[in-house]
């Protein structure tokens, strides 16, 4: 299993619609953040010309601005490296058609012709046909990133294959940005975190971003957590322009005023065309929709979320310190009150029935449809069910994550996609030729007894499994808590890798260990008492 450096806006069932109505990022984070077991969450919007920043949570600190908390931003650091490369653009040190051959040292070694033929327009789009990790690192560890350098990316690169040949396909890849960032520091002569100081943040005023923290900032680095857990900083070497900085929200206001008015900014250039489309939806690591410019980030236990409106003249931020919440979960009552949906007729089993099944959204992510308590429920690879109610012919919609599912039928009338419509982008998913899986979907209730801390071989691992929204979300040590879900009475399957878990119980009928297999292997993890 390996870590999300980030989990994309637009497949995350959530973000980016923004409110037409009173309800404030800030009213909403508060009430959000009564469920918040450890952190804060701090917001920051810019309406009406002005900007606006809260902290709500358990764990607020003392004598530190809201605005000034610092954080780790992750993935949020990718539109960095995606400004870098419209820089090198500009001064013609890099075209967005170089190839990984063209701009790497003639030492570099390909396996695949299809990798070194690689463009830097693929990498900073995800549409290159990378995976989203190499293979050749544990990332199980707490601090997956730390040790991780150039000379084994390097490796890797070498050793790489491309699956298929022909148009490439947006998915969402670490690697790729990795590797970008790494031509960027060649092309312009410095390392990347001097580049991102000197280049970007300097300019504009960003003088709270960056890799390293100062020995002032850190004073101001919250804690991570995930859910209870004290969870572990993370650090970066080969991955740092994929995720690597700490920042603030007032520093992140600023950059979302440079990306509203880049007219104004000692930037207008870098930024005018780091934000214009390179494959749909998506230009210089910027997620693009109907006027907003968007990204987040998620590290072992921060959260993060920067939407800019420049139309309206908008900006929402969120920061979290708890990988437990997600920035959606702040913005979603926002977003719901702009969304306009009427439920049509009630559809019978036998109506729904052609609906069910699994479509493929991207490389990593698939959307999986069942028929739960007389009604459709859609899942995302990695998330829960919800349920989608019917608006029309082949429309569903969900009005708690303001998302449609359009279905598209080919010319005998069978069901060959489904169209996600949320965030002003729309994501089409093909129809796979497997079918949906049969899960048991049991009472919350009935669940709990397996809930719990598992002591797991290597004796400095352990399980902890929890009860969230109906479902049992499971913790290995290091890594994040993933939802699996009972295929049969008492063993239940991940979604996101070939893995299971079963639970054995002792005479009593009490839950006493489970067993996880994986790979081939089968191994215990025995329940600690209570």
Same mark, same amino acid.
């Given at each position: 299993?390996?870590?999300?450096?980030?989990?994309?806006?637009?497949?995350?069932?959530?973000?980016?619609?923004?409110?037409?109505?009173?309800?404030?990022?800030?009213?909403?984070?508060?009430?959000?953040?009564?469920?918040?077991?450890?952190?804060?969450?701090?917001?920051?919007?810019?309406?009406?010309?002005?900007?606006?920043?809260?902290?709500?949570?358990?764990?607020?600190? +003392?004598?530190?601005?809201?605005?000034?908390?610092?954080?780790?931003?992750?993935?949020?650091?990718?539109?960095?490296?995606?400004?870098?490369?419209?820089?090198?653009?500009?001064?013609?040190?890099?075209?967005?058609?170089?190839?990984?051959?063209?701009?790497?040292?003639?030492?570099?070694?390909?396996?695949?012709?299809?990798?070194?033929?690689?463009?830097?327009?693929?990498?900073?789009?995800?549409?290159?046909?990378?995976?989203?990790?190499?293979?050749?690192?544990?990332?199980?560890?707490?601090?997956?990133?730390?040790?991780?350098?150039?000379?084994?990316?390097?490796?890797?690169?070498?050793?790489?294959?491309?699956?298929?040949?022909?148009?490439?396909?947006?998915?969402?890849?670490?690697?790729?940005?990795?590797?970008?960032?790494?031509?960027?520091?060649?092309?312009?002569?410095?390392?990347?975190?001097?580049?991102?100081?000197?280049?970007?943040?300097?300019?504009?005023?960003?003088?709270?971003?960056?890799?390293?923290?100062?020995?002032?900032?850190?004073?101001?680095?919250?804690?991570?957590?995930?859910?209870?857990?004290?969870?572990?900083?993370?650090?970066?070497?080969?991955?740092?322009?994929?995720?690597?900085?700490?920042?603030?929200?007032?520093?992140?206001?600023?950059?979302?005023?440079?990306?509203?008015?880049?007219?104004?900014?000692?930037?207008?250039?870098?930024?005018?065309?780091?934000?214009?489309?390179?494959?749909?939806?998506?230009?210089?690591?910027?997620?693009?929709?109907?006027?907003?410019?968007?990204?987040?980030?998620?590290?072992?236990?921060?959260?993060?979320?920067?939407? +800019?409106?420049?139309?309206?003249?908008?900006?929402?931020?969120?920061?979290?310190?708890?990988?437990?919440?997600?920035?959606?979960?702040?913005?979603?009552?926002?977003?719901?009150?702009?969304?306009?949906?009427?439920?049509?007729?009630?559809?019978?089993?036998?109506?729904?029935?052609?609906?069910?099944?699994?479509?493929?959204?991207?490389?990593?992510?698939?959307?999986?449809?069942?028929?739960?308590?007389?009604?459709?429920?859609?899942?995302?690879?990695?998330?829960?069910?919800?349920?989608?109610?019917?608006?029309?012919?082949?429309?569903?919609?969900?009005?708690?994550?303001?998302?449609?599912?359009?279905?598209?039928?080919?010319?005998?009338?069978?069901?060959?996609?489904?169209?996600?419509?949320?965030?002003?982008?729309?994501?089409?998913?093909?129809?796979?030729?497997?079918?949906?899986?049969?899960?048991?979907?049991?009472?919350?209730?009935?669940?709990?007894?397996?809930?719990?801390?598992?002591?797991?071989?290597?004796?400095?691992?352990?399980?902890?499994?929890?009860?969230?929204?109906?479902?049992?979300?499971?913790?290995?040590?290091?890594?994040?808590?993933?939802?699996?879900?009972?295929?049969?009475?008492?063993?239940?399957?991940?979604?996101?890798?070939?893995?299971?878990?079963?639970?054995?119980?002792?005479?009593?009928?009490?839950?006493?260990?489970?067993?996880?297999?994986?790979?081939?292997?089968?191994?215990?993890?025995?329940?600690?008492?209570?």
């Amino acid at each position: 299993m390996k870590p999300l450096l980030h989990v994309l806006a637009w497949l995350s069932f959530g973000s980016a619609l923004f409110a037409q109505k009173a309800l404030t990022l800030a009213a909403s984070a508060q009430s959000i953040a009564k469920n918040l077991p450890r952190g804060c969450i701090v917001t920051g919007e810019w309406r009406d010309g002005k900007a606006v920043y809260a902290i709500s949570g358990p764990d607020k600190p +003392a004598k530190v601005p809201a605005e000034k908390i610092v954080f780790e931003i992750g993935s949020i650091s990718k539109t960095f490296t995606g400004l870098l490369l419209a820089q090198a653009v500009l001064e013609k040190k890099l075209t967005f058609e170089t190839t990984l051959k063209q701009a790497l040292d003639a030492k570099q070694a390909f396996a695949d012709d299809k990798v070194a033929a690689i463009t830097l327009a693929q990498l900073t789009t995800h549409t290159s046909g990378l995976p989203r990790m190499p293979d050749n690192a544990d990332f199980s560890v707490a601090d997956p990133y730390g040790t991780y350098d150039v000379k084994k990316l390097g490796e890797w690169l070498a050793s790489v294959k491309l699956e298929k040949a022909g148009p490439p396909e947006l998915s969402y890849s670490n690697a790729g940005v990795a590797i970008l960032g790494h031509v960027i520091e060649r092309a312009l002569g410095d390392s990347w975190a001097n580049l991102v100081r000197d280049r970007l943040c300097k300019p504009l005023g960003m003088l709270d971003t960056m890799p390293v923290p100062t020995a002032e900032m850190r004073q101001r680095l919250v804690p991570p957590f995930d859910g209870k857990a004290e969870a572990h900083e993370w650090t970066f070497k080969a991955f740092a322009p994929a995720g690597g900085l700490r920042s603030t929200a007032a520093d992140l206001m600023l950059f979302g005023r440079a990306l509203n008015h880049p007219e104004a900014s000692p930037l207008r250039e870098v930024i005018q065309l780091a934000v214009k489309p390179l494959a749909e939806g998506i230009g210089c690591c910027f997620f693009l929709g109907d006027d907003v410019i968007a990204h987040n980030g998620g590290t072992g236990g921060y959260r993060t979320l920067l939407e +800019a409106k420049p139309k309206a003249d908008q900006i929402r931020l969120v920061l979290i310190n708890n990988a437990e919440m997600e920035p959606v979960m702040v913005t979603r009552p926002l977003d719901r009150e702009g969304f306009k949906a009427v439920e049509g007729p009630k559809l019978s089993e036998a109506e729904l029935k052609p609906y069910i099944g699994i479509f493929q959204l991207d490389k990593q992510a698939k959307l999986t449809f069942v028929i739960r308590e007389g009604a459709l429920w859609c899942k995302l690879t990695g998330q829960a069910f919800l349920p989608y109610l019917h608006e029309k012919k082949d429309v569903f919609f969900h009005r708690g994550v303001a998302a449609r599912l359009i279905f598209g039928r080919d010319a005998n009338g069978a069901i060959t996609s489904v169209t996600l419509d949320q965030n002003n982008q729309k994501q089409v998913a093909e129809r796979l030729d497997e079918k949906a899986p049969e899960y048991l979907f049991r009472p919350a209730k009935e669940l709990e007894e397996f809930t719990g801390v598992y002591d797991f071989f290597p004796p400095d691992k352990i399980f902890t499994i929890e009860l969230r929204r109906g479902l049992l979300f499971v913790q290995l040590t290091g890594q994040p808590f993933l939802p699996v879900f009972e295929t049969k009475k008492g063993t239940f399957e991940y979604d996101v890798v070939f893995a299971s878990i079963e639970f054995e119980r002792d005479e009593a009928g009490k839950i006493k260990r489970l067993h996880i297999t994986q790979n081939g292997l089968k191994l215990p993890a025995l329940k600690r008492a209570k």
